[in-house]
T-cell receptor, first 111, second 112 residues
Framework: AQSVAQPEDQVNVAEGNPLTVKCTYS??????LFWYVQYPNRGLQFLLK??????LVKGSYGFEAEFNKSQTSFHLKKPSALVSDSALYFC?????????FGKGTRLSVIA | NAGVTQTPKFQVLKTGQSMTLQCAQD?????MSWYRQDPGMGLRLIHY???????DQGEVPNGYNVSRSTTEDFPLRLLSAAPSQTSVYFC???????????FGQGTRLTVV
């Protein structure tokens, strides 16, 4: 069975600083990995995905994620955080079933 | 370009009542899914479909029923509402397991 873990419930970062939101996965075979963002009272929006190929994936709004097979991780990163990045972030995987989500990490960017 | 449309946006039910949450997509996606979102639990998969006429159970299927008679529509039925089904429900669709999923705006359901 596939699973995804987000070890941090909350991440706080100052505006302009780099941010990292962590994700680890447990998937048999080759994983399909995704990051989604949820703003208050909204549905989820796709940020980026890893299917195969380059381990560094670039996505929307300046976000990127690094796939690390040896550490089974897929951390979300951004070089310089904005206050508008404050939201709930979900890591997810898919394979033989539809998306399986982590529990989410709330990112707060402080001005 | 509507994307994924869920109705209603809000609903209050009494324990024991039944209702149907509607989900429609206009992107000709084969895959459709229903999730519930509860605080601290992330999104949990209720039921899903990989094409018209095909449905399967997810992680938390009890108390819910689905059907997929057309590619566009994937309604979720609550058979006999219970307070434990108070949640925010999201419908999602995609072309397949390696493609991005599109989500509806959600239905906030309260069972009293």
């Amino acid at each position: 069975a596939q699973s995804v873990a987000q070890p941090e419930d909350q991440v706080n970062v100052a505006e302009g600083n780099p941010l990292t939101v962590k994700c680890t996965y447990s998937v048999s075979g080759n994983p399909y990995l995704f990051w989604y963002v949820q703003y208050p009272n909204r549905g989820l929006q796709f940020l980026l995905k890893y299917i195969t190929g380059d381990n560094l994936v670039k996505g929307s709004y300046g976000f990127e994620a690094e796939f690390n097979k040896s550490q089974t991780s897929f951390h979300l990163k951004k070089p310089s955080a904005l206050v508008s990045d404050s939201a709930l972030y979900f890591c997810a995987s898919s394979g033989n079933t539809p998306l399986v989500f982590g529990k989410g990490t709330r990112l707060s960017v402080i001005a | 370009n509507a994307g994924v449309t869920q109705t209603p946006k809000f609903q209050v039910l009494k324990t024991g009542q039944s209702m149907t949450l509607q989900c429609a997509q206009d992107m000709n996606h084969e895959y459709m899914s229903w999730y519930r979102q509860d605080p601290g639990m992330g999104l949990r998969l209720i039921h899903y479909s990989v094409g018209a006429g095909i449905t399967d159970q997810g992680e938390v299927p009890n108390g819910y029923n689905v059907s997929r008679s057309t590619t566009e529509d994937f309604p979720l039925r609550l058979l006999s509402a219970a307070p434990s089904q108070t949640s925010v429900y999201f419908c999602a669709s995609s072309y397949g397991e390696s493609t991005e999923a599109f989500f509806g705006q959600g239905t906030r359901l309260t069972v009293v």
